[in-house]
């Protein structure tokens, strides 16, 4: 069974500067998906960002990208110039590529300091 | 505007009682889902759903049970509630893994439960 590790529980940055959240995970697909999810205080999950395996190059969406590491299963995103709005939840999230199930990490809860 | 929609955003329940937690999807999604969420924990899958009165167990099924009638319907029923299954249960939709599958899926806002 596939299983997805943030070992970050609490982290936090300043207005305007980068920070970057990790995320690992274990697989023996070769071809699947990979996700950053954000849940705000309203509890709506929102998707962040999305990377296909298959796809060596790192996905980018404005300020978020991530560092996608194939051979490390590896899955990290990074926030540049962090806004206050980006304060969250944020789950990283492993996809089968038949669409049948989400397996997500513990979450890393990010507070950003004005 | 794509939605999924969960009947109760706060929910309290006594023990013993037969919980229903609804969920109705409009994108025309073939796979649908249950999920908890509990502190430390992230989301764990409770069960899902790739067709009408299609189901499979995820990893945290005991005590709980689904129904799926309905393509936008999914419900979970929790038979006799405990005190235990007090948490956050999202729903959730995708579309099946074809060629236009993105493999996203879409979240309701969340059912908040406390078993009393």
């Known amino acids: 069974a596939q299983t997805v590790t943030q070992s970050q529980p609490e982290m936090s940055v300043q207005e305007a500067e980068t920070v970057t959240l990790s995320c690992t995970y274990d697989?023996?697909?070769?071809?699947?998906?990979l996700f950053w999810y954000k849940q705000p205080p309203s509890r709506q999950m929102i998707l962040v960002i999305r990377?296909?395996?298959?796809?060596?190059q790192n996905a980018t969406e404005n300020r978020f990208s991530v560092n996608f590491q194939k051979a490390a299963k590896s899955f990290s995103l990074k926030i540049s110039d962090s806004q206050l709005g980006d304060a969250a939840m944020y789950f990283c999230?492993?996809?089968?590529?038949?669409?049948?199930?989400?397996?997500f990490g513990e979450g890393t809860q990010l507070t950003v300091n004005p | 505007d794509v939605k999924v929609t969960q009947s109760s955003r706060y929910l309290v329940k006594r023990t013993g009682e037969k919980v229903f937690l609804e969920c109705v999807q409009d994108?025309?999604?073939?796979?649908m889902f249950w999920y908890r969420q509990d502190p430390g924990l992230g989301l764990r899958l409770i069960y899902f759903?790739?067709?009408?009165?299609?189901?499979e167990k995820g990893d945290i099924p005991e005590g709980y049970s689904v129904s799926r009638e309905k393509k936008e319907r999914f419900s979970l029923i929790l038979e006799s509630a405990s005190t235990n299954q007090t948490s956050m249960y999202l729903c959730?939709?995708?579309?099946?893994?074809?060629?236009?599958?993105?493999?996203?899926?879409?979240f309701g806002q969340g059912t908040r439960l406390t078993v009393v």
């Open positions: 994108m025309d999604h073939e796979n």
């Open positions: 959730a939709s995708s579309q099946a893994g074809t060629g236009g599958s993105s493999g996203e899926a879409f």
């Open positions: 990377q296909e395996a298959y796809k060596q």
């Open positions: 697989t023996s697909e070769s071809d699947y998906y």
């Open positions: 999230a492993y996809g089968e590529t038949s669409g049948s199930r989400l397996t």
């Open positions: 759903s790739y067709d009408v009165k299609m189901k």
